[in-house]
Antibody, heavy 129, light 111 residues
């Protein structure tokens, strides 16, 4: 059974960079073809897609896709040696305080599956001095 | 990209059916057959309940069904059970620039 687990600091200072990692177990990023994404949820509010990265075990493209509203501050990458992917969000403010989830895209047969079938448990990141 | 519009709350009694609406535009819900629905219990991660408008992942009861009409998607839960009480979010593909947009969420109360 595929499992995803977020990790990283729970407290980040304003103007600094938020860095999170999603470790995948029960499956190999390098031997599969999936999109992997990050979604966040401010306390008491709804879900917001942050961005995603595509990895194909046969033809790695490293293609990334970001929400236009966050694109200037977001970087998502994959480290197949550690079977994980990561999120970096720069110049954070209190508005970036949220539970951050990592997730796998699927199971639609679309060329860009816009749904998420496996989720991590989420990690709360608070932006405060 | 504005969030899809959902009612803040809906309610129903055990055994009844409820429908949650999700209104978008021709650039998202009405333009693609890629609407999904998520169930989220307090303190838990969202769970995929419907994808591609009306497909259910393995393990999701057939009491859950999805549909679309124009720019509005709907999630119907029949034979309501106490465990269905949760927040529900719709989500739609929005094209190759904005990609994904979620609805604001609907709180389902089982009376």
């Amino acid at each position: 059974q595929l499992q995803l687990q977020e990790s990283g600091p729970g407290l980040v200072k304003p103007s600094e960079t938020l860095s999170l990692t999603c470790t995948v177990s029960g499956g190999s990023i390098s031997r599969s073809t999936y999109y992997w994404g990050w979604i966040r949820q401010p306390p008491g509010k709804g879900l917001e897609w942050i961005g995603s990265v595509f990895y194909s075990g046969s033809t790695y493209s490293g293609a990334t896709y970001y929400s236009p509203s966050l694109k200037s501050r977001v970087t998502i990458s994959v480290d197949t040696s550690k079977n994980e992917f990561s999120l970096k969000l720069s110049s954070v403010t209190a508005a970036d305080t949220a539970v951050y989830y990592c997730a796998r895209h699927g199971p639609s047969s679309s060329s860009w599956p816009p749904e998420f079938d496996y989720w991590g448990q989420g990690t709360l990141v608070t932006v405060s001095s | 990209q504005s969030a899809l519009t959902q009612p803040r709350s809906v309610s129903g009694s055990p055994g009844q059916s409820v429908t949650i609406s999700c209104t978008g535009t021709s650039s998202d819900v009405g333009g693609y057959n890629y609407v999904s629905w998520y169930q989220q219990h307090p303190g838990r991660a969202p769970k995929l309940m419907i994808y591609d408008v009306n497909k259910r992942p393995s393990g999701v009861p057939d009491r859950f069904s999805g549909s679309t009409s124009g720019n509005t998607a709907s999630l119907t839960i029949s034979g309501l059970q106490a465990e269905d009480e949760a927040d529900y979010y719709c989500c739609s593909y929005t094209g190759s620039y904005t990609f994904v947009v979620f609805g604001g969420g609907t709180k389902l109360t089982v009376l």
